[in-house]
């Protein structure tokens, strides 16, 4: 019976099914391990996110549609947005359960602020986002007849009402989910203010 079941494993093996599936799996390790590699390179996958969006709104205003498919693209970024300027842990739950808020004063201990969508997500998922638009543009199926400035217009006031309720959020408990301006220490200035200290 066990020499049977190796048979059966050695066919699965050289089997079509096997070779499909041995197939995905290299072709997703190797693509995992270029998104590794692309993790520090911030800049550079901005860029190259930033020139897929351009292709992809050149391509819509060459052909004059897929308006809808552009509207569903703009409400997922939108939600995408919200989660990247959002905490992971939202502060008016936190300060029900426990009281625990933000620092808001420069005495309080310092916590960084965590994202509920982190950066490399937020950029992998528009990136995906644009590319599958893209695609959805070679099919005329998607290509419902609407009239875009109506569109246009319930994007802008969905965007605004809530932009404005985040920003509501993060003034009422006092975060910013950006580092620009904040105080950040390294080794040269722990030397340079111990060294002060020592000839005071």
Not at 23 to 32: A, D, E, I, L, P
Request: hydrophobic share 40%; charged share 20%.
């Amino acid at each position: 019976m066990d020499v049977g079941s190796t048979g059966d494993t050695s066919t699965d093996y050289f089997s079509p099914d096997g070779a499909i599936s041995r197939w995905k799996f290299t072709v997703s390790r190797q693509y995992q391990h270029f998104l590794d590699k692309t993790t520090p390179h911030m800049l550079r996958r901005w860029i190259g996110s930033l020139i897929i969006a351009c292709i992809y709104v050149l391509r819509v205003y060459l052909i004059q549609g897929f308006y809808v498919v552009s509207y569903g693209l703009g409400i997922y970024m939108l939600n995408l947005l919200i989660g990247f300027l959002s905490p992971q842990v939202d502060p008016e739950i936190q300060e029900l359960y426990d009281g625990a808020t933000l620092p808001t004063r420069g005495s309080d201990e310092f916590r960084p602020f965590v994202r509920r969508l982190p950066e490399f997500k937020f950029w992998y998922s528009i990136t995906k986002a644009f590319c599958i638009a893209f695609v959805m543009t070679f099919f005329s199926v998607f290509d419902v007849p609407v009239f875009w400035p109506i569109l246009l217009f319930y994007w802008v006031v969905l965007f605004t009402l809530t932009m404005r309720r985040q920003i509501s959020h993060m003034i009422k408990y006092k975060y910013v989910p950006f580092s620009f301006g904040k105080q950040r220490y390294d080794g040269k200035k722990a030397s340079a203010e111990s060294a002060g200290h020592s000839m005071d």
